[in-house]
């Protein structure tokens, strides 16, 4: 079965980091575009990042310079690095194979505050 597991959330202060990580079964995750979303309280799904299948990487204006998407095709899993949160990165994030969360886990909370 196609299976995606996120992991990694936490409660943080402002200006803290957390690694989140989604680890992918029953597909190999490097052969497809993956994408990190976000669901924050009250509003819709909202794209963040995507790593392409050559590893190109695109990032939402609102998280470019303190976000770093990647993935560990040994593994199988793919990782957001986010640096310098802020309270308005409180959600739940979702890694999925399109940008409006097909195929996505249940994804895991980070809370800023």
């Known amino acids: 079965d196609v299976q995606l597991v996120e992991s990694g959330g936490d409660s943080v202060q402002p200006g803290g980091s957390l690694r989140l990580s989604c680890a992918a079964s029953g597909f190999t995750l490097s052969k497809f575009w993956m994408y990190w979303i976000r669901q924050a309280p009250g509003k819709e799904l909202e794209w963040v990042s995507i790593?392409?299948?050559?590893?190109?990487?695109q990032y939402a204006d609102s998280v470019k310079g303190r976000f770093t998407i990647s993935r560990d095709s040994a593994k199988n899993t793919l990782y957001l690095q986010m640096n310098n949160l802020k309270t308005a990165d409180t959600a739940i994030y979702y890694c999925?194979?399109?940008?409006?969360?097909?195929?996505r886990g249940p994804g895991t909370q980070v809370t800023v505050s």
């Open positions: 999925a194979t399109t940008p409006s969360g097909g195929g």
């Open positions: 790593i392409e299948t050559s590893g190109a990487t």
